[in-house]
């Protein structure tokens, strides 16, 4: 596609309910990356994934949260048993290689639990 | 562990006016990017600009430059003209070229108005 999409736009769910997150990275894209967004606050890290290579899960905040990576495809963010403090936008962005130094971000899922 | 400081959560500048946004980082890296990133009420973020910072000459993008001390480990932003459209927040990033540290880490940004 022309540019990143993520899915759903916004997700309101009730505590204690599995969301997934879906992220479709631009073509040929091999570098993918999730980050967490809170109101008024910064970009928080939580994984990025290199074509094949082990992903780099090292922002993840607990067990609940999950992604994965077919390939170079399309990637989704699972949280599981969602908490009110998991409100957020989770904002997935790509890039060419990891040496190319600039993001492509999509629009970001606004996640409301209830 | 790198980190982006961004100290000043709000800005104001006149149209056509010129604004300088503040940003430090920390690292024990030699070799690394630097980007500024703006954010408009869409929510989608645009890249405004890009330094690496093996070049020491300052990076620059229409009314958009950059003084890059790399020395001081200071990043800002310059708007040149400013217009109404640049009213955003924006986001100072790093991210280091060594196997690690391929993630950006993002400063929690400035808010920019324009006034007219």
């Known amino acids: 596609g022309a540019g990143v999409s993520q899915s759903p736009s916004n997700k309101v769910t009730e505590k204690g309910k599995d969301v997934e997150l879906r992220c479709d990275p631009i073509s040929g894209h091999t570098a993918l990356y999730w980050y967490r967004q809170r109101l008024g606050q910064g970009l928080e890290f939580l994984i990025y994934f290199q074509g094949n290579s082990a992903p780099d899960k090292s922002g993840l905040p607990s067990d609940r949260f999950s992604a994965e990576r077919t390939g170079e495809s399309v990637s989704t963010l699972t949280i599981q048993r969602t908490q009110q403090e998991d409100s957020a936008v989770y904002l997935c962005?790509?890039?060419?290689?990891?040496?190319?130094?600039?993001?492509?971000f999509g629009e970001g899922s606004r996640l409301t639990v209830l | 562990a790198q980190t982006v400081t961004q100290s000043q959560p709000e800005m104001s500048v006149q149209e056509a006016e010129t604004v300088t946004l503040s940003c430090t980082y920390d690292t024990s890296e030699s070799d690394y990017y630097l980007f500024w990133y703006k954010q408009p009420p869409s929510r989608q973020m645009i890249l405004v600009i890009r330094q690496e910072a093996y070049k020491q000459q300052n990076a620059t993008e229409n009314r958009f430059s950059v003084n890059f001390q790399k020395a001081a480990k200071s990043f800002s932003l310059k708007i040149s003209d400013s217009q109404l459209g640049d009213a955003a927040m924006y986001f100072c990033?790093?991210?280091?070229?060594?196997?690690?540290?391929?993630?950006?880490?993002f400063g929690t940004g400035t808010r920019l108005k324009v006034l007219a």
């Open positions: 990033a790093y991210r280091g070229t060594t196997s690690g540290t391929y993630k950006y880490i």
């Open positions: 962005a790509s890039s060419w290689s990891q040496d190319t130094g600039e993001l492509f």
